[in-house]
Nanobody, 115 residues
């Protein structure tokens, strides 16, 4: 059973914007703090942003002020609005619970920012 489906990635120029979307299985989503991570070539998975059930948000310093995480508690979705993109934002973006434990990861969505 697919539990996390990410979409919305693409190729953009420096300074551009993208909006990522994650559809989450209800059993994972309800009451959970959700988060977006990214994986860049040669680097470890990095936590980008998180949002609690009550919509308290936290951001990694490199993206603070440029990215906005949001959630729809009725539709069981989590979005990531990314503005002023930089080449160092390039990577595969994945969503999951913040405390994902053994939850399988989705395929992710590729974001490529050209200079």
């Amino acid at each position: 059973q697919v539990q996390l489906v990410e979409s919305g990635g693409g190729l953009v120029q420096t300074g551009g914007s993208l909006r990522l979307h994650c559809a989450v299985a209800e059993t994972l989503f309800m009451g959970s703090t959700m988060a977006w991570w990214r994986e860049a070539p040669g680097k470890e998975r990095e936590l980008v942003a998180s949002i609690s059930w009550g919509r308290t948000t936290n951001y990694a310093p490199p993206v603070k002020g440029r990215f906005t995480i949001s959630r729809d508690n009725t539709e069981h979705t989590v979005d990531l609005q990314m503005n002023d993109l930089k080449p160092e934002d390039t990577g595969v973006y994945l969503c999951n619970r913040l405390h994902y434990g053994r939850t399988p990861w989705g395929q992710g969505t590729q974001v490529t920012v050209s200079s």
